[in-house]
């Protein structure tokens, strides 16, 4: 806790409360939720037109809508939401929460994009970079799990398709750079122009996890390890003084979750994955259970350990308070 209390405000922070001074923390969540909302009708706006496509295209739904069949009609459109196609429809629809965040952050706030994080000096770096300690860090947490005896993994996946999983790789870019854009870009610049930079990790990490409370096996080890995701992943951005690399990190964190190894995203389960694996039972307290490994202990060593890493790594860019 006393290495997070020495971090220093990055630039993007200064430059943000120079054109409007942060407001009391409990507006700032108020204002939260109401991007967020916004945000998510963005998002509806983006999906519904193919959702709609997708619905009157399946022969299930349409029979059973023809027929009257209202129960039949909801179980095929549940089982349509259930699918790879659905779901990689939902991870590009997080292009209007970045949309809707910047014209905030512009149009509202007056910031800069640069105060979101989004710098140019070694943009390609910082996101190649994040994206070889995203899989880093989630393998460590896999292979925690192999060792433990909680997770099998089987060999390479018969479901696996290139095209597919190029697919997931492009929307969960869009998908990890959405979340870190609202809760890192906006939020936690947001909080610590007026609060000390621990309560901007703190608060927004907190947000961040409530966003997930609806997914499906959501558990309170879980919700501690979203939690422990938000700090570690704030460090990373404070550090590296970009959004880039925590955006990538969180991308490829995702990625190989569901589509390398085979596992849960959240509670999100996809077909399409290089590796099958299987979570063994009994052993959910490690792997997680029906959540996904971020449910278990193994992710939470691996964050608490990842976290502790990066406190004691130099900060590339920041001013004094």
């Known amino acids: 806790m006393t290495k997070l209390l020495e971090l220093k405000k990055p630039r993007m922070v200064a430059e943000a409360a120079e054109k409007r001074k942060g407001l009391n923390i409990v507006l700032e969540i108020l204002v939260f939720i109401a991007l967020f909302?916004?945000?998510?009708?963005?998002?509806?706006?983006?999906?519904?037109?193919?959702?709609?496509?997708?619905?009157?295209?399946?022969?299930?739904?349409?029979?059973?809508?023809?027929?009257?069949?209202?129960?039949?009609?909801?179980?095929?459109?549940?089982?349509?939401?259930?699918?790879?196609?659905?779901?990689?429809l939902m991870l590009f629809s997080n292009a209007g929460i970045i949309l809707v965040t910047l014209l905030f952050c512009k149009l509202i706030q007056k910031r800069k994009v640069t105060t979101v994080g989004f710098q140019k000096p070694d943009m390609w770096k910082e996101y190649l970079t994040g994206m070889g300690i995203g899989f880093g860090i989630f393998t460590a947490a896999v292979l925690l799990c192999v060792i433990t005896?909680?997770?099998?993994?089987?060999?390479?996946?018969?479901?696996?398709?290139?095209?597919?999983?190029?697919?997931?790789?492009?929307?969960?870019?869009?998908?990890?750079?959405?979340?870190?854009?609202?809760?890192?870009?906006?939020?936690?610049?947001?909080?610590?122009?007026?609060?000390?930079?621990?309560?901007?990790?703190?608060?927004?990490?907190?947000?961040?996890?409530?966003?997930?409370?609806?997914?499906?096996?959501?558990?309170?080890?879980?919700?501690?390890?979203?939690?422990?995701?938000?700090?570690?992943?704030?460090?990373?951005?404070?550090?590296?003084?970009?959004?880039?690399?925590?955006?990538?990190?969180?991308?490829?964190?995702?990625?190989?979750?569901?589509?390398?190894?085979?596992?849960?995203?959240?509670?999100?389960?996809t077909s399409c994955s290089v590796l099958s694996s299987e979570m063994v039972a009994g052993r959910e307290l490690i792997n997680g259970g029906d959540f996904g490994l971020e449910g278990g202990l193994a992710v939470t060593i691996v964050l608490v350990v990842g976290t502790l890493v990066l406190l004691a790594t130099r900060q590339r860019r920041y001013v004094e308070d």
Not at 41 to 55: D, E, G, K, Y
Not at 56 to 63: I, Q, S
């Open 37 to 88: 909302v916004v945000c998510s009708i963005a998002q509806m706006i983006v999906a519904t037109p193919v959702q709609l496509v997708l619905m009157y295209t399946d022969p299930d739904y349409l029979n059973a809508a023809m027929h009257g069949d209202i129960a039949g009609a909801v179980e095929a459109a549940n089982a349509l939401v259930q699918t790879d196609t659905m779901t990689i």
């Open 149 to 269: 005896g909680s997770l099998k993994i089987q060999g390479m996946s018969p479901s696996f398709s290139i095209g597919i999983f190029v697919l997931f790789l492009l929307g969960y870019l869009v998908q990890g750079m959405a979340e870190e854009v609202l809760c890192r870009g906006y939020f936690l610049v947001s909080v610590s122009r007026r609060y000390p930079l621990a309560v901007g990790i703190i608060a927004n990490a907190v947000l961040f996890a409530a966003l997930h409370l609806l997914n499906n096996g959501i558990t309170v080890l879980a919700f501690i390890n979203l939690v422990l995701f938000g700090v570690f992943a704030s460090v990373y951005f404070v550090k590296r003084g970009n959004i880039w690399g925590v955006g990538a990190l969180h991308s490829i964190w995702n990625l190989a979750q569901g589509n390398v190894y085979g596992i849960r995203v959240s509670g999100i389960q």
